[in-house]
Nanobody, 119 residues
Framework: QVQVVESGGGLVEAGGSLTLSCAAS????????LGWYRQPPGKQRELVAD???????NYADSVKGRFSISRDNAKTTVNLQMNNLTAEDTAVYYC?????????????WGQGTQVTVSS
């Protein structure tokens, strides 16, 4: 069973920064997208940012210019640098790892890490 572990969440004041890290317990021969999602209180889970195998990135409009995603394929890790945080960034943040195994495409989720931004 693969474990996906996030770290780096916590309480920060508005305008501050946090870096979230995510690591899988094993390497994958073929990785697809690695991403971060979040679920604010009382809302649906939403994509924050993802990074494709070739390095292309996608960001939610609300975080463009403030957040930066990076990955290390050799270690199956993905990080999210979050700057200029606002109260609207308060959410549980989840890491998602997508992989290919032959013709099968699967993914794993982390357990989530809480980010709370005080205004």
């Amino acid at each position: 069973q693969v474990q996906v572990v996030e770290s780096g969440g916590g309480l920060v004041e508005a305008g501050g920064s946090l870096t979230l890290s995510c690591a899988a317990s094993r390497r994958f021969s073929t990785l697809n997208a690695l991403g971060w999602y979040r679920q604010p209180p009382g809302k649906q889970r939403e994509l924050v940012a993802d990074i494709l195998s070739g390095g292309d990135t996608n960001y939610a409009d609300s975080v463009k210019g403030r957040f930066s995603i990076s990955r290390d394929n050799a270690k199956t890790t993905v990080n999210l640098q979050m700057n200029n945080l606002t109260a609207e960034d308060t959410a549980v943040y989840y890491c998602n790892i997508q992989y290919f195994s032959g013709q099968y495409k699967g993914d794993y989720w982390g357990q989530g890490t809480q980010v709370t931004v005080s205004s």
